[in-house]
């Protein structure tokens, strides 16, 4: 059964600074995975979708990694802005299924 | 753009009520999806629809049904709310183009509180 980790669970950084947020897997036969972002009390915001074909996707100042034989992702944020904090989720299907499992999020706060 | 659209923002029901939630998506998307969203626990599959009529369960069905009589549209049914079903409820739906080769999108969500 697919279980989804992310770490760490906030992070607080200034702005400016480009950041790292983790994500990983433990079922690596996945076909894609997506990174989606959630605004306080809002809904969830597709950012990136990865195919299991492709090693990287880029949005803007965003750039999602995906090593399905480490069963790692990585979501890559350049020059974080105040406006860039939210919590970022990572979601990996279930084996052969449109079902998709969620990690828990990373809490990001930009400090002006 | 993709527009999945939840009938409520905020919603407050008693014990034993039945209670309707229902969402609507614009892109004749095939798949639709319930979740809820709880502190701690973080996003939860309850059903999940792949046509007009078909469902699935998700991870926790129970207490739950749904309804998907016309494709764009995708209700959950609580038959009898109890107060552990207070929650963040999130819809999604998403194109069928093989396997994960779309996103899935989501709507705004229902806060639901039951007293």
């Known amino acids: 059964k697919q279980e989804v980790t992310q770490i760490p669970a906030a992070l607080s950084v200034p702005e400016g600074e480009n950041l790292v947020l983790n994500c990983s897997f433990t079922d690596s036969a996945i076909y894609n995975l997506q990174w989606f972002r959630q605004d306080p009390g809002k809904g969830l915001t597709s950012l990136l979708l990865i195919q299991s074909s492709q090693r990287e996707q880029t949005s803007g100042r965003l750039n999602a990694s995906l090593d399905k034989s480490s069963g790692r992702s990585t979501l890559y944020i350049a020059a974080s802005q105040p406006g860039d904090s939210a919590t970022y989720l990572c979601a990996a299907p279930q084996a052969g299924s449109e079902k998709l499992v969620f990690g828990k999020g990373t809490k990001l706060t930009v400090n002006p | 753009d993709v527009k999945v659209t939840q009938s409520s923002r905020y919603l407050v029901k008693r014990t034993g009520e039945k209670v309707f939630l229902e969402c609507v998506q614009d892109m004749d998307h095939e798949n639709m999806f319930w979740y809820r969203q709880d502190p701690g626990l973080g996003l939860r599959l309850i059903y999940f629809s792949y046509d007009v009529k078909m469902k699935e369960k998700g991870d926790i069905p129970e207490g739950y049904s749904v309804s998907r009589e016309k494709k764009e549209r995708f209700s959950l049914i609580l038959e009898s709310a109890s107060t552990n079903q207070t929650s963040m409820y999130l819809c999604?739906?998403?194109?069928?183009?093989?396997?994960?080769?779309?996103?899935?999108?989501f709507g705004d969500g229902t806060r639901l509180s039951i007293l």
């Open positions: 999604a739906s998403s194109l069928e183009q093989g396997l994960g080769n779309q996103p899935q999108h």
